[in-house]
């Protein structure tokens, strides 16, 4: 089993800033992937940006700029930093993590953290 544990969310007002966290733990053997989602009421999940274990990033074109994800120290942990934030940004952001048990390939998601972005 692998579980992901996100937090940095909350609310903000328009320009501001917010870094989000994520740490994965439990069985894992390679990490393929760690990647960040959101989910705006009444809209799909859409990947908002993601890294590999070589380090290469992608980024949704809405946030390409603004957004920057990053691997932490730790192992198994990834940061997003968000600046410049709008209201359109408002979301339900989930950490997703993709690897291997050794034995067995996993997806793995969060349980979600809000942003909110208002004045």
């Known amino acids: 089993q692998v579980q992901l544990v996100e937090s940095g969310g909350g609310l903000v007002q328009p320009g501001e800033s917010l870094r989000l966290s994520c740490a994965a733990s439990?069985?894992?053997?390679?990490?393929?992937?760690m990647n960040w989602y959101r989910q705006a009421p009444g809209k799909q999940r859409e990947l908002v940006a993601a890294i590999t274990s070589g380090g290469s990033t992608n980024y949704a074109g809405s946030v390409k700029g603004r957004f920057t994800i990053s691997r932490g120290n730790a192992k198994n942990t990834v940061y997003l930093q968000m600046n410049s934030l709008s209201p359109q940004d408002t979301a339900v952001y989930y950490c997703?993590?993709?690897?291997?048990?050794?034995?067995?390939?996993?997806?793995?998601w969060g349980q979600g953290t809000q942003v909110t972005v208002s004045s």
């Open positions: 439990g069985s894992i053997f390679t990490m393929y992937s």
């Open positions: 997703n993590a993709r690897g291997s048990t050794g034995g067995t390939h996993f997806a793995a």
